[in-house]
């Protein structure tokens, strides 16, 4: 068994357990990692629906942004899998050896952390510093997912056949974009909250 870094090295034995119990076959850290999204959604949607996330005009939309918070839920938890299997060499999807494999387990913990945080604002719902900071954090990785991708719209094919591939690439931009236009609503709204509250 080879590992594509020093941090898998030192995962070795729980990476190990995971690869014996089957758990990177996709058909099962799928739905199990899906299970687990619908019960962090499940506890999500509670908070939400008590801190005042869907006030005003939000609560127009109210499914909409369910499904997008959702989509950070399934992110959140088939993330981590997927960056658990990427530190071992035998378990990525290139067919040789690539410069780049080292990188591609911290690329996945990396925007595990960046959902991680985005989750962070929406159970806080606060114009305090701390959310502001996760906030600028948040859109640091989106403006890395608007790059991946227009990556992938230019240099892969687009096929609906192969809606992993260049399609892939709209699809992840037009999320990013949703992301950003949440942000932007929120800390807006935020600002004006701290502004009138200044007011009095």
Same mark, same amino acid.
């Given at each position: ?12 034995? %729980?990476?190990?357990?995971? =690869? ?7 058909? !099962? ?24 996330? %869907? ?18 839920? %399934? ?6 899998? #997927?960056a658990f299997k990427t530190l071992i060499v035998e378990e990525l999807d290139y067919p040789i050896r690539v410069w780049f494999e080292a990188y591609v387990g911290p ?6 952390? !960046? ?7 929406? #159970? ?13 954090? !948040?859109?640091?990785? *989106? ?13 892969e094919p687009i096929s609906l056949l192969e809606p992993t591939n260049g399609l892939s690439g709209f699809v ?5 974009? *949703? ?6 609503? =929120? %800390? ?13």
């Amino acid at each position: 068994m080879t590992f594509t870094n020093r941090l898998g090295e030192a995962l070795a034995p %729980f990476l190990l357990w995971l =690869r014996s119990l089957g758990f990177f076959e996709w058909y !099962v850290y799928v739905p199990v990692m899906t299970l687990a999204s619908i019960g962090i959604f499940w506890s999500l949607t509670k908070k939400l629906d008590s801190n005042g996330t %869907f006030s005003g005009s939000r609560a127009q939309r109210h499914t909409m942004w369910l499904a997008a918070y959702y989509g950070l839920c %399934f992110l959140a938890t088939n993330l981590l899998a #997927v960056a658990f299997k990427t530190l071992i060499v035998e378990e990525l999807d290139y067919p040789i050896r690539v410069w780049f494999e080292a990188y591609v387990g911290p690329l996945h913990f990396f925007i595990l952390s !960046v959902v991680i945080a985005y989750l962070a604002v929406l #159970v806080r719902n606060s114009p305090d510093r701390l959310d502001r900071t996760l906030g600028f954090y !948040v859109q640091a990785g *989106l403006i890395a997912g608007y790059g991946v991708g227009v990556f992938r719209i230019v240099n892969e094919p687009i096929s609906l056949l192969e809606p992993t591939n260049g399609l892939s690439g709209f699809v992840l931009c037009a999320y990013c974009a *949703l992301c950003n236009y949440d942000l932007y609503k =929120r %800390f807006r709204a935020s600002r004006g909250m701290s502004n009138s509250s200044k007011a009095y």
